[in-house]
């Protein structure tokens, strides 16, 4: 993990190691989630599965998704640093000072 994570959601690109153990990286230097972003160009979209290694100790939210929608997630935050990831519950009611990206 070459950047600080503690206390935000991690977000790294395939590559070689297994989901699971960028995952547990992610989780043992502080993050609270990670996003994993495919490095392929296929335009794939639904629910992709990210394999484990048998070992079910990763407690972190992760979630995998596609190229060109981790591109246009690495622009946003590119664009201001400071952007917050909101958790939405419903009924999603946000308050005046939350700050979302567009």
Do not use: Q, W
């Not at 622009?75 to 567009?102: F, H, I, N, Q």
Request: overall charge negative; aromatic content about 2%; proline content about 4%.
């Amino acid at each position: 993990i070459l950047n600080k994570v503690a206390g935000k959601i991690a977000i790294m690109h395939r590559g070689s190691c297994m989901f699971v153990e960028k995952v547990r990286n992610a989780e043992n230097a502080g993050a609270i989630g990670a996003v994993n972003i495919d490095n392929g160009e296929a335009a794939t979209s639904g629910v992709l599965a990210m394999s484990g290694d048998g070992t079910d100790d990763v407690k972190i939210p992760s979630l995998f998704i596609n190229k060109a929608d981790g591109t246009k997630l690495l622009e946003m935050y590119g664009r201001d640093s400071a952007m917050l990831v909101l958790e939405l519950r419903e009924p999603a009611t946000p308050k005046p000072e939350e700050k979302c990206g567009s």
